[in-house]
Every structure is written in C-alpha cells, then in structure tokens.
C-alpha cells in the first residue's frame, strides 16, 4: 500500500524556516515523483513543489519559487522541503502525494498533513 506520512510543521514568525519531511512507505521514491501541495482554510489545494521520477528535474509554483527548495534522499525514502523567508499567506495544511510524473493526474498517497502556521 502507498502511504506517505508528512511532518516538520508547526509555528513560526514571518522570515523564519521550516523543514517538512514526507516519508513514504509500500514504495521507492527513487522512481516516483513526489509533488507539496498545500490548502488554506476557504481556498483550493495548490502546488507547491515537485521533484520529478525523470533525472530528479524540480518544479515550483509562483508562490514558492526562490523561497522553497524540494529534495530527496532515496536512502531514507524521504522527500523534504525546505521552506525559507516564510510569509503568512504560507500558512496552510502541507500534503505530499506520488505520481509517475510531475506532469501527472494521478495523485496518490495523501497523508494527513502537516500544519504549517506563519504569524507576522
């Protein structure tokens, strides 16, 4: 069974950082894309980052980009995402899902997620 168990949320000022883990289980990362996503109370889920199957090649959203970092370490069947210069329109539930692509429609795996709160 695929599962994917995210962690590393919780409460931080404006400008400070945050490292999520997303560890997966019933499979190996190292041919899966791992995409974030995250959903703010009232809004839809939103792409946050992706780390694809294909020569590891990343993806970031708009709001991301510069600020976030995605990576993997196949040893421990973990993706991570390191979040930097966190802002409060970054609060929000954070998920981590699998596909084969990144390009994908077939999301699987969501976990609970992980809460990420941002004051200012």
């Known amino acids: 069974e695929v599962q994917l168990v995210e962690s590393g949320g919780g409460l931080v000022q404006a400008g400070g950082s945050l490292r999520l883990s997303c560890a997966a289980s019933?499979?190996?990362?190292?041919?899966?894309?791992i995409g974030w996503f995250r959903q703010a109370p009232g809004k839809e889920r939103e792409g946050v980052a992706c780390?694809?199957?294909?020569?590891?090649?990343?993806y970031y959203g708009d709001s991301s980009q510069g600020r976030f970092t995605i990576s993997r370490d196949n040893a421990k069947n973990t993706v991570y995402l390191q979040m930097n210069s966190l802002k409060p329109e970054d609060t929000a539930v954070y998920y981590c899902?699998?596909?084969?692509?990144?390009?994908?429609?077939?999301?699987?795996?969501w976990g609970q997620g992980t809460q990420v709160t941002v004051s200012s």
């Open positions: 899902a699998t596909d084969t692509h990144c390009s994908g429609y077939g999301w699987r795996g």
């Open positions: 019933g499979f190996t990362i190292d041919d899966s894309a």
């Open positions: 780390i694809d199957s294909s020569a590891y090649t990343t």
